[in-house]
């Protein structure tokens, strides 16, 4: 089992999305304790939350601690399907922070990957944008092998959020 401290560098959420990510890659146990230690708020907030929840819809994890505000959790993957995903932020938590962390399990699925996610910012501070996926990271991830469609349905912005993307 991997066991990692979120506190480690700057303590963000950026370790525990690289963490599942691995760990749904090879299929290892994952158990990460401190998250967000160095924020002035600890714990897993929505954009986080739904990351780990939809990772976990995508291998099929067992997962442990994973409630809003939660500082450790445990994730146990399984090999990663595919399928149609579903995440909703409820906040204007970042979308583009939730793909990151989804987009690069999807290189190990077996089936094709729909993900449509709702009621989130896809333009807020702090996070990068959605343009950023577009131009930056998607096509990284198209390097790697990774074909993707990235479709805005509508924009969300702080405070409410509620944007759209598939």
């Not at 370790?15 to 967000?36: K, Q, W």
Request: charged share 20%; glycine share 10%.
């Amino acid at each position: 089992m991997f066991e990692i401290d979120g506190s480690q560098k700057s303590g963000s959420g950026t370790i525990l999305r690289l963490a599942i990510a691995l760990a749904a890659a090879t299929s290892e146990p994952l158990h990460v304790f401190n998250i967000r230690r160095n924020r002035p708020e600890q714990g897993l907030k929505p954009q986080h939350l739904e990351a780990v929840l939809t990772a976990a819809k995508l291998c099929n994890a067992e997962i442990k601690g994973v409630t809003l505000g939660s500082r450790e959790l445990w994730f146990n993957p399984r090999k990663v399907e595919g399928g149609n995903i579903e995440a909703q932020i409820g906040t204007a938590g970042s979308i583009p922070v939730l793909l990151i962390a989804i987009l690069p399990i999807c290189l190990f699925a077996k089936k094709t990957v729909h993900l449509h996610v709702a009621k989130g910012g896809t333009d807020v501070s702090h996070s990068p944008t959605i343009n950023y996926l577009r131009k930056v990271f998607l096509p990284v991830l198209k390097h790697m092998g990774l074909e993707t469609a990235l479709t805005v349905h509508k924009y969300g912005y702080y405070p409410k959020g509620m944007g759209e993307v598939t």
